[in-house]
Structures are given as structure tokens and as C-alpha cells.
Nanobody, 126 residues
Framework: QLVESGGGSVQAGGSLRLSCAAS????????MAWFRQGPGKEREGVAR????????YYADSVKGRFTISQDNAKNTVYLQMNSLKPEDTAMYYC??????????????????????WGQGTQVTVS
């Protein structure tokens, strides 16, 4: 189960922190990632972290502004979003799966390959 929180509305230039608490998984043997889907846009892989090694990936559109991190003790992944822009407006989803699966979906393969999605949390930047 993935439980997301932290979305909301913010003005451009502001910050938000999303949280995703995972349960029922072998936490340190997977990758967790954040995807987003804005109005009229395709789903985009925003950031990914390998929970065992801590290795991270960021989409070019958020590099330098967003930071993905984890708290292993809480099985929780965070997405710190700074310098938010209106184009960051989207529903943000947390996922967990084997790293090779997450990486292929981040690279553009069908999202259906990932079986474990959170319910989503809305981020609106005006």
C-alpha cells in the first residue's frame, strides 16, 4: 500500500513536500518514484530513488528544483519541490516496484508495467 500526502496549492516560486509511505513491500529491494500527469499531458516520470543504494534520477524538467529522498526507518519517500512553476501543476503519483520495471516506465514504457500506484495527490501552482 502506498499513501501519499503533501499536495496543495501554491504560488509560483513556492515549495511543497510530498510524502509517500509504503507498506507491504520489501522496502530496500525496490525503486520508488514519483510520476505526474498534468491536464492534457502524458504521464511523466519525475524522480526515482533506489531504496537500497539511494541512487536517484530526475527528469530534466525538474532537475535542480526537486529532490527525492527517503527515510528507511519509516519506509517513506519524499519529494521536495522548490521553485515551483505553473507547468508543475499535475496529479502526482507515488510508485514502488522492481528497479528495472520502474526505470523502463520512467524511460517511456507503458505505465501499466508498474503494478503499485498510490492514489495521487494534486499539486496546483498558480
Amino acid at each position: 500500500q502506498l499513501v501519499e500526502s503533501g499536495g496543495g496549492s501554491v504560488q509560483a516560486g513556492g515549495s511543497l513536500r510530498l510524502s509517500c509511505a509504503a507498506s507491504g513491500y520489501t522496502y530496500n529491494r525496490n525503486c520508488m518514484a514519483w510520476f505526474r500527469q498534468g491536464p492534457g499531458k502524458e504521464r511523466e516520470g519525475v524522480a526515482r530513488i533506489a531504496t537500497g543504494s539511494g541512487n536517484t534520477y530526475y527528469a530534466d524538467s525538474v532537475k535542480g528544483r526537486f529532490t527525492i529522498s527517503q527515510d528507511n526507518a519509516k519506509n517513506t519517500v519524499y519529494l521536495q519541490m522548490n521553485s515551483l512553476k505553473p507547468e508543475d501543476t499535475a496529479m502526482y503519483y507515488c510508485v514502488v516496484d522492481a528497479c528495472f520495471v520502474v526505470n523502463t516506465v520512467v524511460a517511456g514504457y507503458p505505465a501499466s508495467a508498474i503494478k503499485n500506484w498510490g492514489q495521487g495527490t494534486q499539486v496546483t501552482v498558480s
